[in-house]
């Protein structure tokens, strides 16, 4: 059968996991694009239903699935050319923890394109583990997207600030400010938390005070600041590969 209302009850379900309070009622999140798609199901996340457009011919690997008619697809949909299939995935849960490796904690980063693009950064560097405090949204369509499947192979967990400097307590914070000590020539501990602020506001004042150590990238005279997610890319990989060499 094909759906064609965008009034159905299931376009309906589907189309509010692109705000925050569908997400949050359902316990899922849209992945669309057949990439993510298998990158999804590699991962192991757990696929609660498939939606394909009328026309698609892909592989639905025996998932449950829907098809809509293309205007009910376009309006389940956040792309403005979807690709034909989207899946609703379960939000996984991970409690709060203390980190078994470096770690990053994001600290109001309110882009959900730059909260993506350090998950995606993080988890290619060996940084699975991310606590997030009032942060972007990391499962709505444009992090999603922006993570390019990073999303499905983190550790992301989210609370508020005091719940997760308690988790962290006895790691080293490194707080990324630009009156920290050059990276280039720091040599890190063998465990570590990251610290990235807020795009326009910086660190708040209770992961400046509990940090141990801040961390800034050399600039050009004519160079103020980097975007947040550029900044996180460098120091992982400068901090990671300084701890390697022993600098």
């Known amino acids: 059968m094909v759906i064609l209302s965008k009034q159905n009850p ?7 996991l692109k705000e925050k309070k569908g997400r949050k009622a359902r316990g899922t999140f849209l992945v669309e694009g057949e990439k993510m798609l298998r990158e999804c199901l590699q991962s192991g996340m757990e696929i609660v239903r498939l939606a394909v457009r009328e026309d698609y011919g ?3 690997y025996s998932l449950p699935t829907v098809t809509l008619g293309k205007d009910a697809f376009g309006a389940v949909c956040d792309e403005k050319t979807p690709q034909g299939v989207a899946a609703e995935v379960k939000i996984p849960s991970f409690p709060l923890a203390a980190p078994e490796r470096s770690c990053l904690l994001l600290d109001g980063v309110s882009d959900p394109a730059n909260v ?7 988890v290619a560097a060996g940084y699975g583990e991310l606590y997030l405090a009032d942060c972007a949204d990391p499962y709505s369509p444009k992090s999603v997207r922006a993570s390019m499947s990073g999303v499905f192979f983190a550790k992301l967990m ?13 790691v080293p914070l490194l707080a990324a400010d630009m009156d920290g000590e050059d990276v280039f020539g720091y040599s890190p501990p063998d465990l570590f938390c990251l610290c990235i602020g807020n795009e ?4 708040s004042e209770e992961v400046r005070r509990a940090a141990s150590k801040a961390v800034r990238i050399p600039m050009g005279e004519h ?8 900044s996180a890319g460098v ?11 022993g600098i």
Request: hydrophobic content about 40%; overall charge positive; proline content about 0%.
């Open 10 to 16: 299931v376009v309906k379900e589907l189309s509010s």
């Open 58 to 60: 892909g592989e639905t």
């Open 116 to 122: 993506g693009a350090i998950v995606r950064t993080a």
């Open 158 to 170: 989210q609370g508020g600030r005091e719940e997760i400097l308690a988790a962290l307590q006895g």
């Open 200 to 203: 326009g506001n910086g660190l």
């Open 223 to 230: 160079t103020e600041s980097l975007n947040a997610a550029v």
């Open 235 to 245: 120091l992982m990989y400068f901090l990671k590969k300084n701890k390697e060499k």
